[in-house]
């Protein structure tokens, strides 16, 4: 997925200029093209060093937190899980690069030179366009499972799944090289300051790259998910009028009832992660703020640590096996065949 220039350089793209009150300060003191740094107060260092930290370590101990738990209980290993352990892999590979991003948007410099620069943003790139399609694959997984219930077994199976999976992850992987190696990102830019990471990327890229690998994925998200609720909520009528009645709930309906919650659910880990990434794009293409992307910048991050907060109020499983993890239980002997009676 293309992400507009504020996402992939951490801040403003912009120089930061000096005041009459402030002494410049530049990125690279001995170099006469050095980007000018940015000042900052002892207490906004403070503020901005211990957001970051708190963040990047609770994003990457919950979600260390999820993939363990589906690793290892193998009553866990259903095709939905193995969509949210690859959802929890990058989750957790963004809570580790928050710490990079920070450093940009302290002193809005880079010290890393223009390789890394660009393997980096290949590598934000590939997370967050990889956790849409996860997402995607989620959206797909519940509608065949409300709407088509008896075909599930049949047409959503692990193996199906994690082939899946591994395809989001080859097919994205080269489609973001692909992005990278065209735009040269990996080229020294001459228009700019030293020690900016700077995206230099057209705008038929621009606007092909913002259909195909965000909107499109959205709107099919969204549309089915809609359908989705609308079954949902037929099902749970017909359910209740039943139990009213005083007629016999058949196993079947109750089957039905569960995979009603759980699309349910991972309705609002796809809501959370849509209003945390379209004010994003929305303030990127007609807003003209740094500190309004910069803001919005970390509320896509924080997205990340949102989503395992989900599967403890609404999964039973996550919050047995996580106390399980944090109790050193699951190095006992046959830990791992430990029935969950509920998994939604």
Known sequence: MWLPNKLLTGGDSL?????????TQYCFP??????????????????IYVFVSLLSAWTVFLNLL???????????????????????????????????????????????????????????SLLVTV???????????????????????????????????CLNWVCFSAYCTALIINNSFFDTQTDVCYGQCLVMVSFGWIATDLFISFIFPCLLIISLYLRIFYVVHQQVKVINSLMKGGKCVTEGSVK?????????????????????YIPYYICSLTVNSSTAL?????????????????YALFYSWFKK??????????????????NFVSQH
Not at 30 to 47: A, T
């Open 15 to 23: 120089m930061a200029y000096e005041t009459e009150h402030q002494e």
């Open 30 to 47: 001995d170099i006469n093209s050095s980007c000018i740094k940015e000042r900052r107060s002892s207490h906004g260092y403070i503020i």
């Open 66 to 124: 999820v993939i363990i738990s589906i690793s290892h209980f193998k009553k866990l290993h259903t095709p939905t899980n193995m969509i949210i352990l690859s959802l929890a892999v990058t989750d957790l590979l963004i809570g580790l690069v928050m710490p990079v991003e920070a450093i940009r948007l302290i002193d809005k410099c880079w010290y890393f030179g223009n390789t890394f620069c660009g393997l980096y943003m290949l590598f934000v």
């Open 131 to 165: 956790s849409l399609g996860n997402l995607v694959l989620i959206a797909v997984d519940r509608y065949v499972a409300v709407c088509h219930p008896l075909l599930y077994p049949q047409r959503i199976t692990i193996t199906k799944t994690l082939v899946s999976i």
């Open 256 to 276: 039905r009832k569960s995979e009603s919650k759980a699309a349910l659910t991972l309705g609002i880990i796809v809501s959370v992660f849509l209003l945390c």
């Open 294 to 310: 910069n803001v919005l910048v970390w509320v896509l991050y924080a997205n990340s640590g949102l989503n395992p907060l989900v």
């Open 321 to 338: 096996t996580a106390k399980l993890i944090i109790t050193l239980k699951i190095l006992h002997p046959a830990s791992s065949l430990i």
